[in-house]
């Protein structure tokens, strides 16, 4: 009976030892891993400062610059209409034996020809220039006409260089007073004149 006991004892403990041996050399079980799914979200900006805000609005909006062909053409044209300058219409001019004698008038509305050129005739007429040769000298009297043809206010405005010249110049305007009368077209008081003496230095 022990025999038996013994032997089957004996197998037991021997298969447990292989048990045992087996399960030390074998490589440990991994557990069951875990998938995790991840959302990735953007950090939450911070909220905007009142000084930032108000920078932001006190900041000039600059806003395009667009032409339609409409403003385009209307330039156009204005630029095709604008009126061209008058051109600037010469003084009347009288030549002398040894000179020449040129008038301008104050007042833009005076457009009688005819009285200028009777004015400049009855000057020129009284100029006797004192010069014989020399170089080329001009010498302007300035005057004003009144409504009756009275000269007044005559005086040198414009000197030559030369005295002679000057006082003869002069002495011709007020040797023509009276001039011609106005004429009723022109509404003025009188009529302001500039008158050029010119020596010719021949």
């Known amino acids: 009976m022990r025999k038996p006991f013994f032997i089957s004892l004996g197998i037991h403990i021997g298969i447990l030892l292989l048990i045992y041996i087996a399960s030390a050399f ?17 950090a939450p900006q911070p909220p905007k400062t009142k000084v930032e805000e108000e920078s932001k609005k006190n900041e000039p909006q600059q806003k395009p610059h667009i032409e339609t062909e409409k403003k385009a053409k209307k330039k156009h ?34 457009s009688d020809d005819f009285y200028l050129n009777l004015i400049m005739t009855k000057v020129a007429n009284n100029w006797l220039n004192p010069l014989r040769g020399g170089r080329k000298m001009t010498t302007t009297i300035y ?12 005086k040198i405005e414009k000197k030559s260089g030369n005295s002679l010249l000057d006082q003869s110049a002069l002495r011709a305007v007020l040797a023509s007073s009276p001039l011609p009368p106005l004429p009723e077209s ?16 021949k």
Not at 80 to 100: D, F, T
Not at 144 to 154: E, F, H, L, P, T
Not at 186 to 201: I, K, Q, R, T
């Open 186 to 201: 022109y509404s003025g008081d009188f009529l302001g004149v500039h008158f050029e003496f010119e020596h010719s230095g």
């Open 26 to 42: 074998s490589a440990p079980m991994k557990p069951p891993q875990k998938v995790y799914s991840v959302k990735i979200i953007a």
């Open 143 to 154: 005057f004003r006409i009144q409504r009756d043809g009275k000269v007044s206010d005559a």
């Open 77 to 110: 044209r204005k630029k095709k209409h604008e009126p061209k300058s008058k051109p600037k219409q010469s003084k009347p001019h009288k030549n002398l034996a040894r000179g020449s004698a040129s008038i301008d008038i104050e007042g833009q509305n005076f």
